[in-house]
C-alpha cells in the first residue's frame, strides 16, 4: 500500500475508526492492538483502549501474536476479533453472527466465516479459553492463523453471499480507489456497498 493501511481515509474516515465505530456497537469493550499506540490515539473513539504489542525479537509482527497478546486482556468468554481493514463491516451481520454464539458446540475454539481459502481469522468469534493452546502454538514457531485453526474444531459460521462481501479488505490502492468511488456515487460517506 506504501502506507499505514489502518489511516486510509474510506469516505474521509481512516479504516481504524470505521472497524472501531462498528466494534463499539457490538462490544462494551474495545481493544486496539498494536506496537503503535501513539499513532493511532487521534483516530480512535471513546470506548476503545490500546494493548500494547510487543514484538518478538528478530520478526515481523504477525496477526495471530498480537492477538494472543490482546486475549490476555479479555473478560469474556466470546471475543470478536477484527482486522483493522474491513471497511464494508456491517453491525447488524455482526450482530445476528453474535446471537448465535450460544448454540456453538462446546467443543468449538472459534466461530468463524469460511471462504474457499480456508478460515476468514480476522472476522469472528474466538472462545478466551483457546488461549493456553494459542500460546502453545506461537511458542513453537506457529504464526499461521489457517495452521492452528486446523488444529482445533471451529465451527462455521452460516453466512450468505452478500454478508460474506463484509469480508472485503483493503489490500491495494485500487481497493481503496473502488471503495472511495462508491461512497462518492452513493453520496453519503460511511454506508460501504
Given amino acids: ?17 470505521l472497524v472501531c465505530d462498528r466494534a463499539i456497537a457490538l462490544c462494551n469493550l474495545v481493544y486496539v492492538v498494536t506496537p503503535w499506540q501513539e499513532r493511532y ?29 490482546g486475549l490476555v486482556q479479555a ?6 476479533l477484527l482486522a483493522c481493514d474491513l471497511p464494508r463491516l456491517q453491525v ?15 467443543d468449538a475454539i472459534a466461530f468463524l466465516p469460511r471462504h474457499a481459502k480456508g478460515w476468514e481469522p480476522l472476522c469472528g468469534f474466538y472462545r478466551r479459553d483457546c488461549l493456553p493452546g494459542l500460546t ?14 486446523e ?4 465451527q462455521e459460521v452460516s453466512a450468505s453471499d452478500r454478508q460474506m462481501q ?19 456515487s452513493k453520496g453519503d460517506g460511511l454506508a460501504i456497498p
Fill in 151 to 154: 488444529q482445533h474444531f471451529v
Fill in 1 to 17: 500500500m506504501g502506507q499505514d493501511k489502518a489511516l486510509l481515509p474510506i469516505g474521509g474516515v481512516p479504516l481504524l475508526r
Fill in 166 to 184: 463484509m469480508l472485503f479488505n483493503c489490500n491495494t490502492p485500487a481497493d481503496v480507489a473502488s471503495l472511495e468511488s462508491k461512497v462518492i
Fill in 92 to 106: 447488524e451481520v455482526l450482530q445476528q453472527w453474535a446471537s448465535q454464539l450460544d448454540k456453538v458446540s462446546e
Fill in 41 to 69: 490515539q487521534h483516530v480512535l473513539p471513546t470506548g476503545c483502549q490500546f494493548v500494547r504489542e510487543i514484538s518478538i525479537v528478530d520478526e515481523p509482527n504477525a496477526p495471530i501474536i498480537g492477538f494472543a497478546q
Fill in 136 to 149: 502453545d502454538f506461537i511458542s513453537q514457531g506457529g504464526r499461521s492463523f489457517q495452521r492452528w485453526l
Fill in 75 to 80: 473478560q469474556t468468554d466470546w471475543v470478536l
